[in-house]
C-alpha cells in the first residue's frame, strides 16, 4: 500500500486546512485509515481515525476543530482542520491498516504562524 498525503501549508491561527491521502497499490482489504502528526521535538501522535464503516476516533487536542472522513470508493482519507491554533503544527502523517499490517505515508508539513 503506497499512500500519498497532500493540503499542507502555511496558515494563519483561526485558519482551515484540508488534508487528503490517496491509497494504491494492493488496497484489498484495506482497513482503518487516520492522520498522526509530529511537532519538532516531539514524538508522533495521534490525531484521528476513521474505520471502514466510518467510526471516528480524535485526540483531545482537535475535537470539535478536526474532522475525519473518507471516500472508500477513491480509496482517501481526508482531515478538514479548522480553528488552527500555533500548536498544530507538525508534520502530518497518513496511516493505514490492511491485513494486520501498519503503512505510512510520507508526511505533509502543516505549519500555523501568524
Known amino acids: 500500500v503506497q499512500l500519498q498525503a497532500s493540503g499542507g501549508g502555511l496558515v494563519q491561527p483561526g485558519g482551515s486546512l484540508r488534508l487528503s491521502c490517496a491509497a494504491s497499490?494492493?488496497?484489498?482489504?484495506?482497513?482503518?485509515m487516520g492522520w498522526y502528526r509530529q511537532a519538532a521535538g516531539k514524538q508522533r501522535e495521534l490525531v484521528a481515525t476513521?474505520?471502514?464503516?466510518?467510526?471516528?476516533n480524535y485526540d483531545d487536542s482537535v475535537k470539535g476543530r478536526f474532522t475525519i472522513s473518507r471516500d472508500n470508493a477513491k480509496r482517501t482519507v481526508f482531515l478538514q482542520m479548522n480553528s488552527l491554533k500555533f500548536e498544530d503544527t507538525a508534520v502530518y502523517y497518513c496511516?493505514?491498516?490492511?491485513?494486520?499490517?501498519?503503512?505510512w505515508g510520507q508526511g505533509t508539513l502543516v505549519t500555523v504562524s501568524s
Open positions: 497499490g494492493s488496497i484489498f482489504g484495506l482497513g482503518a
Open positions: 496511516n493505514a491498516w490492511r491485513l494486520g499490517r501498519e503503512y
Open positions: 476513521i474505520t471502514t464503516g466510518g467510526n471516528t
